[in-house]
């Protein structure tokens, strides 16, 4: 079965910290790798990663994919604690079947704290 | 352009009822998947539609069951409801089927079942 493992499940910084979110998937018909934020509410999307080694970047935050070694991380410089959330790594199939579509992570809870 | 929206927000039902929860994609996403979130099991996944066809299904059972109209919006239906029900059921739009394509969630409807 197709899986996707995000570490670590939680984390607690203070505010300026620098933090790096991990994401390893095992997906048989991979195709691109999401990345959300989700406040006590839906996810928002923050990106989306389709090839190698090429960072995206949106303000504090960024991301890089590794095809090669199956993962991505999430990093967010000078952190502030609006970006208290639990963040969500998604894995996207090509052809879905009972895990559907985005195979989800279980997600890291982070804690800014000022 | 609007985003997903998803009516109502809140659903207070009772056990053996039936609730139909409705879906609107943004304009010109044709592809409408649903999940369930409960924070023992975080995102789990139930059905995705495209041009009003089911293209994949999670493991739930049949009391959960969904459609697509030719708008693109997207309704699930749950019967017989029981307590494990109680939820946050959430869906995602995107373009098309497959990837790579991003989805966007919409604010999700937060039923409870007593």
């Known amino acids: 079965e197709d899986k996707v493992v995000q570490s670590p499940l939680s984390l607690v910084v203070h505010e300026g910290d620098t933090v790096t979110l991990n994401c390893s998937y095992e997906v048989t018909n991979f195709r691109s790798l999401l990345w959300y934020k989700q406040e006590k509410k839906a996810p928002t999307f923050l990106f989306m990663l389709?090839?190698?080694?090429i960072e995206k970047k949106s303000g504090r935050l960024s991301s890089i994919l590794d095809k090669k070694e199956l993962f991505s991380i999430l990093n967010i410089t000078a952190t502030q604690t609006g970006d208290s959330a639990v963040y969500l790594c998604a894995a996207q199939d090509d052809y879905g079947g009972s895990q559907g579509n985005l195979i989800f992570g279980k997600g890291t809870k982070l804690s800014v704290k000022p | 352009k609007a985003g997903v929206t998803q009516t109502p927000r809140y659903l207070i039902k009772t056990r053996g009822q039936q609730v139909t929860l409705s879906c609107s994609p943004i304009?010109?996403?044709?592809?409408v998947s649903w999940y369930q979130q409960t924070p023992g099991q975080g995102l789990q996944f139930l059905f995705e539609?495209?041009?009003?066809?089911?293209?994949n299904k999670g493991n739930f059972p049949g009391r959960f069951s969904g459609r697509q109209f030719s708008n693109s919006r997207s309704e699930m239906n749950v019967s017989t409801l029981e307590l494990g029900d109680s939820a946050l059921y959430l869906c995602?739009?995107?373009?098309?089927?497959?990837?790579?394509?991003?989805?966007?969630f919409g604010p999700g409807t937060r039923l409870t079942v007593t």
């Open positions: 539609y495209f041009s009003e066809t089911q293209r």
């Open positions: 995602a739009s995107s373009l098309y089927q497959g990837g790579p394509y991003e989805q966007y």
């Open positions: 389709t090839s190698s080694g």
């Open positions: 304009s010109g996403h044709r592809s």
